[in-house]
């Protein structure tokens, strides 16, 4: 089996014991730098445009960029998932079904 079907069956697998109550947590693995400027080019915005859009306050993002402070907890989160899932972000933000 390929190491893309036994990732998807193990997926399953945790899922299913999930949903049977047999596993209560799961491991999140979030790193431990985000790069927001990176991010933010990737998707092609200006600080201004990207700030507006995921409602964050236009001088985080700035520190942030610019090594003042550095993104923790729920913000760091949102970030990781900006990155890897931007247009589920964006749906969910608009109100867009999926």
């Not at 893309?4 to 799961?26: N, P, Q, Y």
């Not at 507006?52 to 520190?63: A, H, K, M, P, S």
Request: proline content about 3%.
């Amino acid at each position: 089996m390929s190491e893309v079907g036994e990732s998807i069956i193990k997926g399953m697998e945790e899922a299913l014991a999930f949903a049977k109550g047999e596993k209560t947590a799961a491991v999140v693995h979030i790193p431990e730098e985000i790069n927001v400027r990176r991010i933010r080019k990737k998707l092609n915005m200006s600080q201004a445009v990207f700030a507006d859009y995921f409602g964050v306050n236009l001088r985080t993002i700035q520190d942030w960029e610019q090594g003042r402070r550095v993104p923790t907890g729920a913000s760091k989160n949102f970030l990781f998932v900006i990155d890897k899932e931007p247009d589920a972000v964006r749906r969910t933000l608009v109100g867009e079904n999926a």
